[in-house]
């Protein structure tokens, strides 16, 4: 308990340094290696490379959804990934949802719009 306080670390956290210590020597300790990129299946030069395929392919008239795109990524890597992976990666890369706005930004104003609903026609021309 007095070396936890010393150094700033929970007891836990020192059990397992020592643990790797008498495993590996200085060197488990000096060479751990945690967090990073270790847990993706591709380097960011073969994601890049993968998107623009992905890009490439779309700009020659082929219809690009996430669906199909996520299918090719589990072909590309040769095994099963989980789609919040994959999100991940688009948004690591500055890719976004493309979607209609859900109204014209130079639509009228709703009484415009009333007023123009309750015009009284006669014989085709407006009073």
Known sequence: MAIS???????????????KYLEKGLEG??????????RFYLSVE??????????SASLEGE???VDKMFTAYQEKVGRKTT?????????????????PRPEHP?????ETILASKNKIFISGKSE
Do not use: C, M, P
């Open 5 to 19: 306080q010393l150094v700033g670390y929970s007891h836990q956290t020192i059990a397992n340094q020592v643990k």
């Open 29 to 38: 300790i000096v060479q751990d290696r945690r967090g990073g990129r270790q």
């Open 46 to 55: 073969e994601e890049k490379e993968f998107l623009n395929e992905q890009l």
């Open 63 to 65: 219809f690009l959804t």
């Open 83 to 99: 789609r919040e992976g994959f999100y991940a990666l688009l948004k690591r890369h500055g890719w976004r949802k493309v979607s």
């Open 106 to 110: 130079k639509k009228a104003d709703a």
